[in-house]
């Protein structure tokens, strides 16, 4: 095997997020393909990486400006650059002229559009920063919409599969009285458990599953249930009018500051994973949600995976006949298909395969997916 010489640009927990938790899984997965990882995001407890992991010592703007001009040492490897927003590509941009390698682009927002249309005077500055990338992953249709409506050309677009499991290599909550109380929580009862996740944003619509235990008609099934929100990320005001509208509650409970591995344990607990987000790029908590054996109730934010039964993003209503029906075990309901777009994706093992060998752009989607371990579902036997 050929010396590794792909580098990634971008964070690993902490922060917890979607780009952090899918770039800890692909390093912890395969290091064996990357050469290593700059990371401008400060934190003093960063997950430990099994690659070169050049990050920031410090907070703070000038620290960052640091990592980001780092990227000139590596400007004869290939580079994959992850980011959420367009916008951030900008500060980002500077460092990436005049590379004599490969670099490849991932943006993991769900709405790359609302960047535009909030700031339009963006998008000749977007232009040329998307200039700097000769291949760019697409998480979803909509988002290929969007690089092709700002004028990038189709052969640099591939879609990608970008689901990765997560991978156990020790007891997840043994040292975390959270995690330890979540558990508790969950299993003082036999009721089930609806379980959301995500940032503290109002576009997540965490409040949905709090008002479905309030409406009137849900006594109709003669079913009782309990929620759970895991929030990660900067706590805002939303996050504390969640918080104020809980109160003493004994059937809602938010957690806030879980890792990741915590809560794959607290995931697996549960009976319902909910996401009835207006944006999202590929929902990766569905996808595990799904592996750990629970129904999954999501929005039509994106294209969502075999099994996940769809409701309006905007439709508090039919958010509330989703779960009933798979609390009611009910037959019914809008079932979807992951791709049902039509176009091939490539798994991101493969893609990143490519972009380390530099012999051409991938183009062929394997048929293989990547593994960590296997999950029992409910009605496996151990």
């Known amino acids: 095997?050929?010396?590794?010489?792909?580098?990634?640009?971008?964070?690993?927990?902490?922060?917890?997020?979607?780009?952090?938790?899918?770039?800890?899984?692909?390093?912890?997965?395969?290091?064996?393909?990357?050469?290593?990882?700059?990371?401008?995001?400060?934190?003093?407890?960063?997950?430990?990486?099994?690659?070169?992991?050049?990050?920031?010592?410090?907070?703070?703007?000038?620290e960052k400006i640091r990592l980001m001009s780092s990227l000139k040492l590596i400007r004869d490897s290939p580079l994959m650059?992850?980011?959420s927003r367009p916008e951030g590509l900008?500060?980002?941009?500077p460092f990436l002229t005049r590379r004599r390698a490969r670099t490849a682009l991932i943006l993991h927002h769900g709405d790359l559009q609302k960047s535009l249309d909030k700031r339009p005077w963006l998008l000749p500055i977007l232009k040329f920063c998307l200039r700097n990338f000769g291949n760019i992953g697409c998480l979803s249709s909509s988002q290929a919409d969007f690089y092709?409506?700002?004028?990038?050309?189709?052969?640099?677009?591939?879609?990608?599969?970008?689901?990765?499991?997560?991978?156990?290599?020790?007891?997840?909550?043994?040292?975390?009285?959270?995690?330890?109380?979540?558990?508790?929580?969950?299993?003082?009862?036999?009721?089930p458990v609806?379980?959301?996740?995500?940032?503290?944003?109002?576009?997540?619509?965490?409040?949905?599953?709090?008002?479905?235990?309030?409406?009137q008609e849900f006594s109709r099934f003669g079913i009782s249930a309990r929620y759970l929100i895991c929030c990660y990320g900067p706590?805002?005001?939303?996050?504390?009018?969640?918080?104020?509208?809980?109160?003493?509650?004994?059937?809602?409970?938010?957690?806030?500051?879980?890792?990741?591995?915590?809560?794959?344990?607290?995931?697996?607990?549960?009976?319902?994973y909910v996401r009835p987000t207006r944006t999202d790029s590929y929902g990766m908590a569905t996808r595990d949600a799904l592996q750990q054996g629970l129904s999954v109730v999501a929005s039509n934010a994106c294209e969502r995976a075999v099994g996940c039964l769809i409701h309006d993003?905007?439709?508090?209503?039919?958010?509330?006949?989703?779960?009933?029906?798979?609390?009611?075990?009910?037959?019914?309901?809008?079932?979807?298909?992951?791709?049902?777009?039509?176009?091939?994706?490539?798994?991101?093992?493969?893609?990143?395969?490519?972009?380390?060998?530099?012999?051409?752009?991938a183009t062929t989607p394997s048929s293989s997916s990547p593994n960590c371990y296997r999950t029992r579902t409910r009605g496996d036997t151990a």
């Not at 900008?90 to 941009?93: D, K, S, Y």
């Not at 020790?170 to 036999?190: C, D, F, G, M, Y």
């Not at 940032?199 to 599953?209: F, L, S, V």
Request: proline letters at 6%.
């Open 1 to 62: 095997m050929h010396e590794p010489r792909l580098w990634i640009y971008g964070a690993v927990p902490e922060p917890v997020g979607g780009v952090s938790v899918f770039l800890s899984r692909l390093i912890m997965l395969a290091p064996e393909h990357l050469a290593g990882i700059v990371d401008p995001y400060f934190a003093e407890d960063k997950m430990a990486m099994p690659i070169e992991h050049r990050r920031s010592l410090r907070p703070g703007r000038r």
């Open 81 to 83: 650059v992850n980011a």
């Open 90 to 93: 900008i500060a980002l941009a």
């Open 148 to 191: 092709s409506r700002v004028g990038v050309k189709q052969p640099r677009l591939q879609m990608l599969e970008t689901y990765l499991p997560p991978c156990r290599t020790k007891n997840p909550v043994e040292h975390s009285q959270l995690a330890e109380s979540t558990l508790a929580w969950i299993r003082s009862q036999s009721t």
């Open 194 to 215: 609806l379980i959301g996740s995500g940032y503290a944003h109002e576009y997540y619509q965490h409040d949905w599953g709090i008002d479905y235990l309030d409406q």
């Open 235 to 272: 706590k805002t005001g939303y996050l504390e009018q969640l918080m104020k509208r809980i109160g003493d509650r004994l059937d809602v409970r938010l957690v806030h500051g879980l890792t990741p591995e915590e809560f794959d344990a607290v995931l697996g607990e549960c009976r319902v």
């Open 313 to 361: 993003a905007n439709d508090r209503a039919s958010f509330y006949r989703a779960v009933d029906t798979i609390l009611a075990n009910e037959p019914g309901g809008e079932k979807t298909n992951f791709g049902v777009d039509s176009i091939s994706r490539i798994e991101i093992l493969d893609w990143i395969k490519e972009l380390n060998s530099g012999t051409g752009k």
